[in-house]
């Protein structure tokens, strides 16, 4: 069974930064790519960031690009999100995402099969 | 940046009623368009990829059609555990892009 469990959300000022974690099991995890996705407070989804089975290969939206740094250890199945300069704006739960894949034409559609429970980061002075 | 605009943002019907969600995408995406159902306070889960194809284990009542701009779901006979959010998301492009989301209520 997959299982993905965030951690490191927390209280942080204007400024400051985070490193989020998360630990992935019952799956091949140096075989898929993953995702962070957030959801602000009573708001919907919103796509953070995406990175390759072998973490070579990133995307950021536009609105964390320059600030946040998504990476992952395939030794320990494990995720990171390095949150710097955070803003008012970036409160909200995270939620780690297991990765499925299908080919469309020739070309990969990626979709969000599963999702950890999320953990919350809070930015206010 | 494809922008996905769902509608309506909110619907009221009873158990066992047809309801159709729309999600229309600003740009072509062939089917690369994904649904979500979210229950409150909870993660959000997978019902449909590739506009049409259902993931293991949802029930066949829901399913999905479309493909270039328009796409929709549709819940074939409403039940209690269906009253919930739905979100649209487009995996065509980076950055990938949610619709804002449709609010599944009882009437």
């Known amino acids: 069974e997959v299982h993905l469990v965030e951690s490191g959300g927390d209280l942080a000022q204007p400024g400051g930064s985070l490193r989020l974690s998360c630990a992935a099991s019952?799956?091949?995890?140096?075989?898929?790519?993953m995702t962070w996705v957030r959801q602000a407070p009573g708001k919907g989804l919103e796509w953070v960031s995406y990175?390759?089975?072998?973490?070579?290969?990133?995307y950021y939206a536009d609105s964390v690009k320059g600030r946040f740094t998504f990476s992952r250890d395939n030794a320990r199945d494990s995720l990171f999100l390095q949150m710097t300069s955070l803003r008012d704006e970036d409160t909200a739960l995270y939620y780690c995402?297991?990765?499925?894949?299908?080919?469309?034409?020739?070309?990969?559609?990626?979709?969000?099969?599963?999702w950890g429970q999320g953990t919350l980061v809070t930015v206010s002075s | 940046d494809i922008q996905m605009t769902q509608s309506p943002s909110s619907l009221s019907a009873s158990v066992g009623d047809r309801v159709t969600f729309t999600c229309r995408a600003s740009?072509?995406?062939?089917?690369?368009l994904n649904w979500y159902q979210q229950k409150p306070g909870k993660a959000p889960k997978l019902l449909i990829f590739?506009?049409?194809i259902l993931q293991s284990g949802v029930p066949s009542r829901f399913s999905g059609s479309g493909s270039g701009t328009d796409f929709t779901l549709t819940i074939s006979s409403l039940q209690p555990e269906d009253f919930a959010a739905y979100y649209c998301?487009?995996?065509?492009?980076?950055?990938?892009?949610f619709g804002q989301g449709a609010k599944l209520e009882i009437k």
């Open positions: 990175i390759s089975h072998d973490g070579r290969t990133t």
């Open positions: 995402v297991k990765d499925g894949a299908t080919m469309i034409r020739g070309a990969p559609l990626r979709y969000f099969q599963y």
């Open positions: 740009q072509s995406i062939s089917t690369f």
């Open positions: 998301q487009q995996g065509y492009s980076f950055p990938y892009t």
């Open positions: 019952g799956f091949t995890f140096s075989s898929y790519s």
């Open positions: 590739a506009s049409s």
